[in-house]
């Protein structure tokens, strides 16, 4: 089975410019989540979308942030303006609904703001 | 607040020896536990799951847990160089909840 994907790998862009990241999950898997992971630390969850519905965005900043899933199936992640903390790498993951059988990462967007 | 908590390391270990990663969480509830892998510049790849208090073995690999200690950890039998990377314990309190990480243990195999 085709596995999650994401784009662009990699992107470096100045602080206060915007960006955005996309991701297509694994066919079927009803629930993708956005994740950041900083240099060094673990992932942390962004948000949490079930099929084109949000479950979970308590973490998101959501003054700079904001994540969509039209349609129940790929999703954008976009980031305006950016901030240096930004930089990380930015992970989408998917699964069958539950998640107790774990997710699938995608290969990440690593993003450098300057 | 939902936490696991993990040693970040470096642990250092020679070939072939035994490497035991540990991981603690805080939450009592939580019913599901992962183990992942992450190689330098990769993303985390899903390497052992665990539900049940006890023993769990995959080939070289053993997750164990003690949901009253809240514990989980991972061995790794006959190290080997490729298993040099950074582990990551996860968990799921429930399954319509996003998995919560640890930091990570960064683990060196050295031949």
């Known amino acids: 089975e085709a596995g999650v994907a994401q784009s662009p790998r990699y992107k470096i862009i100045e602080k206060r410019q915007s960006v955005a990241f996309w991701c297509n999950p694994i066919?079927?898997?009803?629930?993708l989540y956005w994740y950041q992971q900083i240099l060094g630390q673990g992932p942390k969850l962004l948000i949490q979308f079930q099929n084109n519905g949000v479950v979970d965005d308590s973490q998101l900043p959501k003054d700079r942030f904001s994540a969509e899933r039209l349609k129940g199936v790929d999703s954008t992640l976009k980031i305006q303006p950016a901030k240096l903390e930004d930089s990380a790498v930015y992970l989408c993951?998917?699964?069958?609904?539950?998640?107790?059988?774990?997710?699938?990462f995608g290969s990440g967007t690593r993003l450098t703001v300057v | 607040q939902k936490e696991v908590e993990q040693n970040s390391g470096p642990l250092s270990v020679p070939e072939g020896a035994i490497a035991s990663l540990n991981c603690t969480y805080s939450d009592r509830g939580s019913q599901s536990f992962f183990w992942y892998r992450q190689y330098s510049g990769k993303s985390p790849e899903l390497i052992m799951s665990?539900?049940?208090?006890g023993d769990k073995e995959d080939g070289r690999f053993t997750a164990q847990l003690n949901k009253a200690s809240q514990y989980v950890s991972l061995l790794i039998r006959d190290s080997q160089p490729s298993d040099s990377a950074t582990y990551l314990c996860a968990v799921l309190l429930s399954g319509n909840t996003p998995l919560v990480f640890g930091k990570g243990t960064r683990l060196s195999v050295i031949a």
């Open positions: 665990i539900y049940s208090n």
């Open positions: 993951a998917s699964s069958p609904p539950a998640g107790a059988s774990g997710y699938t």
């Open positions: 066919s079927g898997h009803a629930t």
